[in-house]
């Protein structure tokens, strides 16, 4: 194929434009004339190279080692490869449990730029509402919908790179490189499952290659799967409560923690590449992903949940469907956790006192999720012009929707009349991205090699888009009383997360345009020195102008130093600066609760103190060594990223009677169904530092090739400065301490013949859970370890099978010492997570 002789040296798309080294992976970098060096083109414009000649810590994970891991979803096998790389199970977590929120470095998942060949991918619709800490309102992409067959490789920069790529890049940057094989393929059968007998998962996914004429290729690839959910929960204290009260119609559990369900979950990509001749390449590739997720809630006490079931001292909320009649409905106290006999029989007699403990004297929980369809396209063209000019013209367009649906509950204030099920409404991202970029070797004289002169141009939209639900979902209900529910004291909309009225609907949009100028050059044989400079201008907040400096030194042929310094920024998404959200959740009395999530700007936010949001902006630097000796590969990195005006989810501030009295006079009808709210704030500084460890070492042992790997990373970040008026205590001691200080994995891979296995030991260093972002259930997460392995026997040439387990030992986190209040056997935040062990088996056939 003639197409990947020029593919790497004229790659110079944003985001496709630094060279990237393969740290994890010392055999294909260090003995050059047992296999050829692992070369990638990203984190400079400058030609392509190799781990030793990298100025900024990077990780690469081959499509091999993608394949070694049972649980499919990509952003867990990043966490079992990248130490600096966490994510958790969100088993209540509103929108979250349909986009898992990641963390690289100890930053949000919005701090990490995503690409995918290259190409800036769009963002989520999802944005993290209620996990508190670190995530706190983020609002990143959505890397589930890449199925891992589709991969060739993914490359992981540890390091500030806003100045390169512009907004987000503060964490550093991850691109997928999808596979571009003109022939052959792979097919793959897995099923597995958790030692506990739940959480069964199947897969089947392909990838295969066609040429496209002789001078081109055609790869696809699709992933079907389906996941059961998993349940690591126990009876809540006030459940049984209930039960020994007589309620027989309590569930058991009443509530459940634990993975969430993912069904018809099926991932599409392709990957398409054409020469043109003449040093001229097209390029094509896009996807297509939909899913459906189903997750839980918190439990609806039958004899106290506010404005659904309970009412004033110890009562059930009753409502009058008659006000204007002058007879009062009997009241109904709660006794010996339930509620009065003869009351209660006087209510159901009436038809025209109602009470939900009629027809649901259970209790509730409701069940959240939805549909997730994600699709994107990129296409271009790059070469080299006879004048030696390289260039690269692109444009993509990248969209994601969640449609969102929560069932098992109830709109409190349309009282008998409301369903249980229902549709509250849509998120929907659109991204659109144009780029030009452009290098040129320069001739300096003084100068033995030439500079390296690089330059481009970039103009991008986004879109926010919010879809009102079905009406019941924000139904006040019968509003032709004289005193309707929802002034009765009953909650307006499902409850749960009511759905998005008509007035909070639109599409929320912004553009901007960026330039940048990039030099790289060696200054002597051993000295290389690069320097980067971005403007962007953003139609709602204005310009930001950032640099980066990066150095090489080859100290000899065993030695080499480098760093980097630079200033970054993150622009506030217009989701964060727009959308709103009401959801569930416990208040620091240990009581459900609904809180609004609204714009900055929205009347509520801004008699609260909000106001528009500014871009977060970073200083970074970073410094190390690596270190080559025979077949040992070493790499020592130290960095120190400063974040001022971070942008999180203010505290809740408590709705008086003053301020919806207020609202109401401004046209805020739903006021007083909200017991708090909170909005997007710049309100805190931080500094995040660490050092990272890479080691890898090749053995010819045991009759076959025995690879070691090391992969360890500490992290420390600490609040510089915050506003306790709009920022929680709680959540500041989430920031500093809600993930792993400390976390490294050792990895013994051997193959011999026709036997390839792998054992892989990560450790988990402790953290902190404010369990159900309450702070005064605070949970000391110990450190932990666990084990992963697997073994494959190639039975012929084109069919392989493995069996494996992660977490082999079925290790667990400490137990939460809460459990009996909320039902959550384990910490539900736990880095290494809250099932168990999984074992798995499959089979590939490779043609």
């Known amino acids: 194929m003639k197409i990947a002789k020029t593919t790497i040296a004229v790659a110079l798309a944003l985001g496709f434009n630094n060279s990237f080294a393969a740290e994890n992976d010392v055999a294909a970098v260090k003995n050059n004339e047992k296999e050829t060096e692992t ?18 810590p990077i990780d690469i994970i081959e499509s091999k080692e993608l394949a070694r891991n049972g649980l499919g979803d990509i952003s867990s096998v990043l966490s079992n490869v990248v130490p600096s790389y966490n994510v958790n199970t969100q088993s209540i977590n509103d929108a979250a449990t349909m986009v898992r929120p990641a963390n690289l470095r100890g930053l949000p998942s919005d701090n990490t730029l995503v690409l995918v060949n290259g190409k800036r991918r769009h963002r989520a619709s999802v944005i993290t509402w209620t996990t508190g800490g670190v995530n706190n309102g983020a609002h990143g992409p959505d890397i589930s919908v890449i199925p891992a067959i589709a991969l060739k490789q993914v490359e992981v920069l540890r390091d500030g790179a806003a100045a390169q790529y512009g907004s987000d890049a503060i964490a550093g940057v991850i691109n997928f490189q999808l596979k571009d094989d003109s022939e052959g393929g792979s097919f793959q059968l897995q099923t597995g499952q958790y030692y506990e007998g739940d959480g069964e998962s199947n897969l089947l996914a392909g990838n295969f290659g066609l040429p496209l004429t002789e001078d081109g290729f055609a790869n696809f690839s699709f992933e079907v799967s389906d996941n059961k959910p998993t349940s690591r929960s126990v009876q809540r204290e006030d459940a049984q409560a209930l039960i020994d009260a007589g309620n027989t119609s309590v569930a058991n559990p009443a509530q459940v923690w634990g993975n969430p369900e993912i069904k018809n979950n099926f991932k599409l990509f392709g990957n398409i590449g054409l020469d043109l001749g003449n040093d001229k390449e097209f390029y094509l590739f896009g996807n297509w992903a939909e899913k459906e997720v189903v997750g839980g809630f918190y439990f609806r006490n039958p004899n106290n949940r506010g404005g659904v079931y309970g009412g004033p001292d110890n009562t059930l909320l009753v409502g009058d469907l008659t006000p204007d009649d002058g007879i009062a409905c009997p009241v109904v106290n709660i006794i010996n956790d339930a509620p009065d006999p ?17 027809n649901i004297p259970g209790g509730f929980t409701p069940h959240f999720g939805g549909k997730v369809v994600d699709t994107a396209i990129a296409i271009g063209t790059r070469g080299e012009l006879e004048s030696g000019l390289l260039y690269d013209l692109s444009a993509s367009v990248g969209r994601h929707a969640s449609k969102f649906s929560i069932t098992d ?30 290098s040129y ?15 481009g141009f970039e103009y991008r939209e986004e879109s926010f888009e919010i879809k009102a639900g079905d009406v019941a979902s924000y139904s006040l209900g019968d509003t032709t009383l004289s005193l309707p529910l929802y002034k009765q004291g009953f909650n307006v909309g499902s409850n749960g997360f009511p759905g998005f009225k008509p007035e909070h609907a639109g599409e929320f949009e912004r553009s901007n345009v960026a330039a940048y100028i990039d030099i790289e050059a060696y200054l002597t044989d051993n000295l290389r020195i690069g320097a980067a400079t971005r403007y962007e201008d953003f139609s709602d907040f204005g310009t930001t102008t950032n640099a980066k400096l990066t150095a090489h030194w080859q100290a000899n042929d065993n030695i080499a130093l480098r760093g980097s310094v630079g200033t970054g920024f993150r622009a506030p998404t217009v989701g964060q600066s727009n959308a709103s959200n009401v959801s569930t959740s416990l208040n620091q009395a240990g009581l459900l609760v609904d809180q609004a999530t609204l714009s900055p700007t929205n009347l509520i936010s801004v008699r609260k103190g909000g106001k528009s949001l500014d871009p977060e902006d970073s200083t970074n630097y970073a410094f190390g060594a690596v270190f080559q000796f025979d077949e040992l590969f070493f790499t020592i990195d130290y960095f120190n990223v400063k974040v001022k005006d971070r942008i999180t989810l203010s505290k809740d501030f408590k709705v008086t009677e003053e301020d919806v009295t207020a609202l109401e006079a401004l046209g805020v009808l739903d006021a007083s169904s909200f017991d708090s709210v909170k909005y997007f704030t710049n309100d805190f500084d931080t500094t995040t530092k660490g050092v990272d460890v890479v080691a890898n070492y090749r053995a010819d042992m045991f009759g076959g090739e025995t690879r070691y790997s090391l992969a360890y990373n500490w992290t420390d970040t600490s609040i510089d400065n915050w506003n306790e008026d709009f920022v929680s205590e709680t959540v500041v001691k989430q920031m500093e301490d809600g993930l792993p200080d400390h976390k490294g994995t050792i990895t013994v891979q051997h193959t011999n013949g026709d036997i390839d296995g792998f054992i892989r030991m990560v450790y988990f260093g402790g953290h902190y859970e404010a369990h159900a972002e309450v702070g005064d259930w605070p949970i000391d997460i110990d450190s932990a370890i666990t084990v992963d392995a ?8 084109a069919l392989t099978f493995s069996l494996g387990a992660q977490n082999i030992f079925d290790n667990y986190p400490n137990k939460n010492p809460y459990a009996d209040i909320l039902g959550a056997e384990y910490p539900v935040t736990a880095v290494m997570g809250f099932s168990g062990g999984y074992y798995y088996l499959k089979a590939q056939y490779s043609f």
């Open 39 to 56: 070369i990638v083109v990203i984190g400079t414009r400058s030609s392509p190279r190799s781990v030793a000649d990298s100025s900024v």
């Open 342 to 358: 003869t009351a209660l029989a006087q209510i159901k007699a009436d038809p025209n006192c109602f009470s939900h403990y009629e």
């Open 409 to 438: 509950t109830l709109n409190a204030a349309m009282g008998p009349d409301s369903p249980r099920d229902f549709s509250p409404g849509e998120y929907i991202e659109i991204d659109t991205s144009y780029t030009l970029d452009l």
């Open 441 to 455: 070797p320069l001739t300096v004289g003084w100068l033995e090699d030439d500079i390296n002169v690089a330059g």
């Open 790 to 797: 697997e073994i494959s026997y190639a039975a012929t040439q």
